[in-house]
């Protein structure tokens, strides 16, 4: 298995993923398969390329996707696990530990470059993920950045 953080030559893979995603499980996400099979070619590789403040991964099985996860950093530098999803045929494969991982390599790169930063809230001490509830630190709903894009609510925050 290869996991490793979407560019913009991912786009193909990443939207077959994403509407494989959003067709297997309608309401995980916070958009529909409608709304992101109507994304341009354009808009999928735009999404596809990393950036400091949003990062998708996939995971591979061989030559194709199995996996995605999409990590944002908030306004208040917190990194946030969004969305993860794998293909039915390889739950309980460990490759949702392998997108997890990916994610939490990239939140702690991140705090250490000054980008995020990385907080406790409920601590799932056997994965080392806290998590969200769509609040941010003020006790306040919080949107992530790509809420435009549908990920906004709930999320899973990295603790180092």
């Known amino acids: 298995m290869l996991i490793h953080p ?31 099979a109507g994304f341009s070619d354009a808009d999928w590789q735009q999404r596809a390329t990393s950036t400091p403040q949003r990062t998708f991964f996939l995971a591979f099985g061989g030559e194709h996707p199995i996996g995605l996860a999409a990590q944002v950093v908030a306004g208040n530098g917190e990194c946030h696990l969004i969305a993860m ?34 907080t406790r809230r409920r601590v799932l001490p056997e994965t080392g993920l ?8 003020a006790g306040k709903p919080s949107a992530y950045p790509g809420a435009e894009d549908g990920m906004a609510g709930a999320g899973i925050g990295i603790n180092q």
Not at 130 to 137: H, I, K, M, T
């Open 6 to 36: 979407t560019t913009a030559a991912d786009w193909p893979a990443l939207k077959s993923t994403r509407l494989a995603a959003l067709l297997d499980a309608p309401t995980a996400f916070g958009a529909s398969h409608a709304s992101a």
């Open 130 to 137: 806290c998590l969200f509830a769509g609040v941010g630190s």
């Open 85 to 118: 999803w794998v293909h039915r045929e390889y739950r309980g494969m460990a490759v949702a530990q392998g997108l997890v991982d990916a994610v939490k390599q990239c939140a702690v790169g991140s705090a250490r470059r000054g980008a995020g930063k990385c």
